[in-house]
């Protein structure tokens, strides 16, 4: 039967992207974004079989998620006005929901289960109304997920063909091949969740800066607001960082700024300190939460065995703070370090930091120029990218999970690199590379 629906459920959203009207694009052709989520779709079903037959499935998050669900849906369908209450979170917090659903539950529990950071409730409650599809199959579960996951990198692709002239299909193969994101974004892991929330919110906040009818406003305007709804549910300091680059991007267009940096300069000296002091009067401890969460995270670590970064403990102060942000940068951008590891999942991703230590590289050495055409678009992909792998650091002291936080960032990365190159040289070099190779040009 998991058979049958899963395959069921892949075909229904190739169709859609065949035939559905927004898929449609001048540089990608129908079959090859099929491919693209087929591709996604094998990759979070090996997903499945690794974290079944390599990992113990108590450590895994991706059935932690799912069991807990199913213990919602347990409630379909005698007990309908439960499961309806917990699906919604209405009415679901008496001592009767407690005993009966919530304490079996492991992962809805978190002790820093705060949507700052991370929250899994939304997470929980999502997979409990996909199981009305599923019928509790977990792989029809990897499917929605590649969904979701697909549509989001397609909006972050259509967001960048219309802010560029070249290289669309480069693009689209670092928004959907890179080993990472390919990767952790290709199942029912909350990093699905947030490629898919990124990926509408800049492309509606986009068109919504553009002329259009009013019928299309208010359809952007919904969609704008369910990326909100949905970023702020799973990680809600991807919006924090989100929102003010994304008017500055938009204000740096529409006045024609020539040196967008500046206005990127205004943004974080102002910002972040009002992001601070709104989250201060909301209640939240920043600092503490932030300090709490890694330190959480490497007493798990400790107890599971896991591999980390570091064994040092964060204070909740500005000094202890200040001090580790090198650190934490390094961490993020660098580990796991080439050579240090033998399990293969590590292998991979010390090959994948390689590949982008010589993509960099290359762009640089091979087409940088002194006059950057997308100077506007590399500022906005490279702050985005420098201010979620900033947290992570702090927050993610245990290398896997290190690895898989940042997926969601690492191709803004490299197409910040990129978007330093010129265009000129990179094109006659990469035509020249490719006519030794009697290949054809991208």
Request: glycine share 4%.
């Amino acid at each position: 039967m998991e058979i049958i629906l899963t395959i069921f459920y892949c075909l229904l959203f190739v169709i859609l992207i065949k035939r559905v009207p927004f898929f449609q694009t001048k540089h990608i052709s129908s079959n090859f974004l099929v491919l693209l989520f087929l591709i996604k779709v094998l990759c979070g079903i090996v997903l499945f079989f690794i974290y079944t037959y390599y990992y113990d499935r108590n450590d895994a998050d991706i059935f932690r998620l799912f069991d807990d669900a199913k213990v919602i849906y347990s409630a379909f369908p005698d007990r309908m006005d439960d499961y309806c209450k917990m699906l919604l979170g209405i009415g679901d917090d008496s001592n009767y929901f407690k005993e009966h659903y919530y304490e079996p539950m492991i992962y809805w529990r978190k002790s820093y289960n705060t949507n700052i950071f991370s929250d899994t409730h939304f997470l929980i409650r999502f997979n409990a109304l996909v199981m009305l599809f599923s019928f509790g199959h977990f792989n029809v579960h990897t499917i929605f997920g590649s969904f979701l996951s697909f549509f989001g990198l397609f909006c972050i692709y259509k967001f960048f063909e219309k802010n560029t002239y070249s290289f669309h299909k480069l693009q689209a193969i670092i928004l959907f091949l890179l080993p990472s994101t390919l990767f952790w974004t290709s199942s029912i892991l909350k990093e699905s969740y947030i490629i898919c929330g990124i990926g509408i919110f800049i492309y509606s906040f986009f068109l919504l800066c553009q002329p259009a009818s009013i019928g299309k406003k208010i359809w952007t305007c919904f969609c704008f607001l369910f990326s909100i709804y949905l970023i702020s549910h799973v990680k809600l300091y991807y919006l924090v960082i989100l929102l003010p680059l994304c008017c500055t991007f938009m204000f740096n267009k529409k006045k024609n700024i020539q040196h967008p940096l500046i206005t990127y300069a205004l943004l974080i000296l102002i910002c972040i300190p009002a992001a601070f002091f709104i989250i201060q009067k909301s209640g939240y401890d920043i600092l503490n939460m932030m300090a709490f969460k890694h330190n959480d995270m490497l007493n798990l670590a400790i107890c599971k065995n896991a591999k980390v970064v570091s064994y040092e403990y964060l204070d909740s102060t500005w000094c202890s703070f200040i001090q580790f942000f090198p650190k934490a940068l390094f961490f993020a951008l660098c580990f796991p370090l080439p050579f240090t590891h033998h399990s293969l999942m590590m292998i991979l991703s010390e090959v994948e930091n390689i590949i982008l230590l010589l993509w960099l590289v290359t762009m640089l050495a091979l087409g940088f120029k002194k006059h950057i055409k997308y100077k506007n678009l590399f500022w906005f992909c490279f702050l985005f990218a420098l201010g979620n792998v900033i947290i992570i650091g702090y927050c993610s002291p245990i290398i896997g999970a290190l690895v898989r936080y940042r997926s969601t960032t690492l191709p803004f990365f490299m197409l910040a690199a990129l978007f330093l190159c010129d265009e000129y040289k990179l094109k006659k070099h990469t035509k020249n590379i490719l006519k030794k190779l009697k290949i054809n040009s991208i």
